[in-house]
């Protein structure tokens, strides 16, 4: 398993990879942006527990299906979870970054516009 700093250096990758994001601290987080606006992923570093985690946007019915079926690895997080979001345990043993890599990417698509989306690969 990877240390907090690790987990963060890898999430950092993969949210600044994408078009037009940025990093910046919100609510004492690392949170990443698009076009320095609108929020789709945030660290969540011990912040309501003693876990290690980051919560994103996802598209309508993936919090409910994904905390139904692997409730060890996602979880609805507190203030944002009411609008869909999910959250993603990153202390767990054998992360699958690819995977973590392509929420992260569908978290993007879900908040970037129509124009950035249509950047990616």
Known sequence: MRSAMQALEQLREL?????E??????????????RDKKMFVMLSDHHHDDRLAFWCAAAPGAQ???VREEPERFFRPPYVGHRGWVGVYLDVP???WDEVGEIVTD??????????????P
Do not use: M, N
């Open 15 to 19: 949210c600044l990879a994408l078009p």
């Open 21 to 34: 994001t940025t990093e910046r601290l919100s609510h004492g987080e690392p949170t990443w942006f698009v």
């Open 64 to 66: 409910e299906e994904l």
């Open 94 to 96: 054998d992360l699958d």
């Open 107 to 120: 978290a993007y698509r879900q908040i970037a516009p129509k124009t950035l989306v249509a950047r990616l």
